[in-house]
Nanobody, 125 residues
Framework: QVQLVESGGGLVQAGGSLRLSCAASRRIFSNSIMGWFRQAPGKEREFVAAISWNGGSTLYADSVKGRFTISKDNAKNTVYLQMNSLKPDDTAVYYC??????????????????WGQGTQVTVSS
């Protein structure tokens, strides 16, 4: 059974930093595109960042470009989202997801096959 388990969320002041982690089962992690999405109250779930299966390609939403960094550690089957210069608008539940698509990078939620339970990030002003 595939499991994605996020951690690292919390409450931080604007301008601060957080690092989210997502541990995945090895079978899926090694061959999957890994992505981070977020969903704020009353809003649709939106793409944040993604990394290709080999780590060679990354993609970011315009709203986080230059502030967030996605990375992966294949030895630990873990993907990270380093979030710097956080803003109140970044407040949301953050979800880790895995896609077995043969594409290099995927940004559409419907193309992700596995999802974590989410972790809350709250940025105070």
């Amino acid at each position: 059974q595939v499991q994605l388990v996020e951690s690292g969320g919390g409450l931080v002041q604007a301008g601060g930093s957080l690092r989210l982690s997502c541990a995945a089962s090895r079978r899926i992690f090694s061959n999957s595109i890994m992505g981070w999405f977020r969903q704020a109250p009353g809003k649709e779930r939106e793409f944040v960042a993604a990394i290709s299966w080999n780590g060679g390609s990354t993609l970011y939403a315009d709203s986080v470009k230059g502030r967030f960094t996605i990375s992966k550690d294949n030895a630990k089957n873990t993907v990270y989202l380093q979030m710097n210069s956080l803003k109140p608008d970044d407040t949301a539940v953050y979800y880790c997801a895995a896609s077995t698509s043969r594409r290099t990078i995927v940004v559409v939620t419907g193309l992700y096959d596995y999802w974590g339970q989410g972790t809350q990030v709250t940025v105070s002003s």
